[in-house]
């Protein structure tokens, strides 16, 4: 299992996130920034991207990435949901 990061940038027309939202709550996640979001699963990076990018516009962006446990914030509410015991490094 891994953290990955989740951003995206749904731009106009469309910027429907209602079917974003809808797959990524499947996953264990805490969405302490407007578009950005934490998951913690197995799936691999690329099978998110592609599952996201047959919900988005052509003209939409996504980046997803693996976290390490090295990373630093300020004020940021999924803290505590990185540093759970229970998150899969």
Known sequence: MAVLLVTYDLRKPGRNYEPVFAYLKRFT?????ESVWLLD??????QIRDSLK?????????FVVRLA???????????GWLNDTARSW
């Open 41 to 46: 699963t197995p799936v691999p990076t690329a």
């Open 69 to 79: 446990r090295d990373w630093a914030s300020l004020n940021y509410d999924c803290a």
């Open 29 to 33: 996640y805490c969405k302490g920034m």
């Open 54 to 62: 047959a919900l988005v516009d052509a003209n939409d962006r996504l």
